[in-house]
């Protein structure tokens, strides 16, 4: 039974209820409509913090690992409970703005970079029935995810400037450089999958994929370089080590959120561990057949698609998480030198071999 | 029903009326806000507003340009200069017009113009709410194929006004060998009180 089926049973339960109670039908098939887009957002804001509780405990334990270490253990059975005492603690800590900053700015600025994250999240292809809303992303779902992400360093950029801070507006300066960058491979490695799938929506390049897990496109050699390049690109642009010069503690003091503290400071992190978690959607499902089965279709385990998805997310969380606690971070002009020397060509060319794929008629 | 129109009209209604407010509010903040760094700030909302009326005009992929293109990358732009230049001569840059009479009369310019254009195009007559078959759903395909067939040629024209801006600020930018790096803005920012 899929997401999208246990919906619909949801919406005809609540309007035979409200019939009963005197309302129109017309009124409560609009009241419903409207409580699905009301609980479809809220869904958005959840996902982004359940993200963060479970990734920020993952991280902690992953890191522990990687350097022989126990990682967290006194909260709860092996430090289960870690993340909940992370959030209490921030919750309580005094929220400190600067004389000096701008008082508007500096709220609004970790505001924007969590909104800004869960909007990606709306066209986020779930299962089979489609996004939160239970529709289609309107044809043009990885348009609206490649939009929306460029606006993610907006927030920074604000946040930044706000502190009125030295290191925290160098920090924005270097993040909008960065995912400015970032953004072009990242769009290139897009194209392909695009032109592979012949359409926009991301709930269409699922079901381009459709089949066992020979039919996904990370197993096609012409994909190969695009599922290398989105990886790369992807983790640069949510500013993870080694691409994290934004925030880099060594240099910067934690750069663009030098000067935030408690909730604001836990809005950032929230956004940021929301990024990660959509960043590994969109690979899963760009890359990976998104909520597809790796036994064929449809499912022989009768599994929801959600949860294939979520496995699939999980495995490039953890393996962004290793190459965080193995890289050291890269200086600005590597980092640069990395994204137009390299990246960017490396992009076209994947992009060149994808046309001629297409005109040669292997895809 | 509700004062004889059925209730999804409202709920289209309620959300013309609440996008439309936004972008007039972002408009106004724009031009109100005194500091350089809000009224961008503001010039985001109301690009952002443009683009939900055109996700209500069920223009998705014009919605979807629309954030990519103005609210991603011009604002960010915006931003990105208005950063560099306030932190270089270390002053905080003023929104100033001392050019009333040109700005009314090209406002007035372009509202004649839109007005012309609301009142002389002749719709095709829709229930209010309802959207032409044809634009239902993806039409993604379609507008790409008008642009590499019908449209090729005012699409490549656009494309090489880029071409021609990005020259002219990579002239703009280019220092002649020999050149003091920042010799030109200098002397500008200590005759500053």
Redesign the interface.
């Known amino acids: 039974m899929s997401i999208h089926t246990i919906g619909v049973i949801i919406k005809d339960w609540l309007i035979g209820l409200l019939a009963g109670w005197g309302v129109p039908v017309?009124?409560s098939r609009?009241l419903i409509?409207?409580l699905t887009w009301a609980v479809g957002a809220a869904l958005c804001i959840i996902a982004i913090m359940l993200a963060a509780l479970v990734f920020i405990y993952l991280e902690r334990k992953v890191s522990g690992y990687i350097q022989s270490r126990l990682g967290p253990t006194r909260c709860g059975p092996v430090g289960i409970l870690q993340s909940f005492v992370d959030v209490i603690k921030l919750l309580l800590k005094e929220d400190i703005v600067p004389a000096e900053a701008d008082r508007?700015?500096h709220t609004?600025g970790p505001i924007l970079f969590l909104a800004v994250s869960a909007l990606a999240y709306v066209v986020v292809p779930w299962d089979e029935g489609g996004t939160v809303a239970g529709k289609v992303d309107?044809?043009?779902g990885v348009?609206?995810m490649?939009?929306?992400g460029?606006?993610g360093?907006?927030g920074i950029?604000?946040g930044g400037?706000g502190s009125n801070n030295k290191w925290s507006?160098l920090g924005?300066?270097r993040g909008?450089a960065q995912m400015?960058s970032y953004e072009i491979p990242m769009l290139l490695a897009l194209m392909c999958v695009v032109l592979q799938a012949?359409?926009?929506?991301l709930a269409g390049i699922v079901e381009d994929q459709k089949g066992s897990i020979i039919a996904w496109n990370f197993l096609r050699p012409w994909m190969w370089l695009p599922v290398v390049l989105f990886l790369i690109s992807g983790v640069a642009e949510i500013n993870r080590t080694p691409f994290d010069i934004p925030e880099a503690e060594s240099e910067l003091v934690s750069g663009f959120h030098t000067e935030y503290t408690g909730m604001k400071f836990a809005l950032f992190f929230l956004a940021e561990y929301g990024n990660l978690l959509l960043v590994a959607l969109i690979f899963s499902v760009l890359f990976l057949g998104g909520w597809l089965s790796p036994f064929g279709y449809p499912d022989p385990l009768r599994l929801p698609g959600i949860i294939w998805l979520l496995a699939k997310s999980l495995l490039i969380v953890l393996i962004v998480m290793w190459v965080r606690w193995t890289l050291p971070r890269l200086r600005v002009d590597q980092l640069m030198g990395l994204a137009w020397k390299l990246m960017i060509p490396a992009g076209f060319v994947a992009l060149g071999v994808m046309c001629a794929v297409i005109m040669l008629g292997w895809a | 029903?509700l004062f004889g129109l059925?209730?999804?009209n409202y709920?289209e209604y309620l959300a013309f009326l609440s996008v439309a407010g936004l972008t007039l509010l972002g408009g106004l903040g724009t031009i109100v806000a005194r500091r350089v760094?809000?009224a961008c700030?503001w010039l985001?909302v109301c690009l952002g507003g443009v683009a939900g009326l055109y996700a209500l005009l069920a223009g998705?992929?014009l919605?979807?340009?629309q954030?990519?293109v103005y609210?991603?990358?011009i604002?960010?732009l915006i931003?990105?200069a208005v950063?560099?230049l306030q932190?270089h001569t270390g002053r905080i840059i003023m929104a100033e017009n001392q050019h009333l009479i040109g700005g009314v009369l090209a406002a007035g310019f372009m509202a004649t113009l839109i007005l012309v254009g609301i009142f002389t195009t002749r719709y095709q007559p829709l229930a209010f709410g309802d959207t032409p078959a044809t634009f239902a759903?993806?039409?993604?395909?379609l507008i790409g194929h008008l642009l590499l067939t019908k449209y090729l040629l005012p699409f490549e024209v656009v494309s090489v006004v880029l071409l021609a801006s990005m020259i002219g600020a990579l002239v703009l930018a280019r220092q002649e060998p020999g050149e003091n790096p920042g010799a030109a803005e200098a002397p500008e920012a200590e005759s500053q009180p």
């Open positions: 017309e009124l609009l409509e409207v508007v700015l609004i309107a044809g043009v348009l609206f490649a939009a929306v460029s606006m360093l907006i950029v604000v400037w507006l924005a300066i909008a400015v012949e359409t926009l929506s | 029903m059925p209730y999804t709920v760094f809000p700030l985001l998705h992929l919605m979807a340009v954030i990519l609210a991603g990358a604002t960010v931003i990105f950063m560099l932190r759903g993806d039409n993604v395909k």
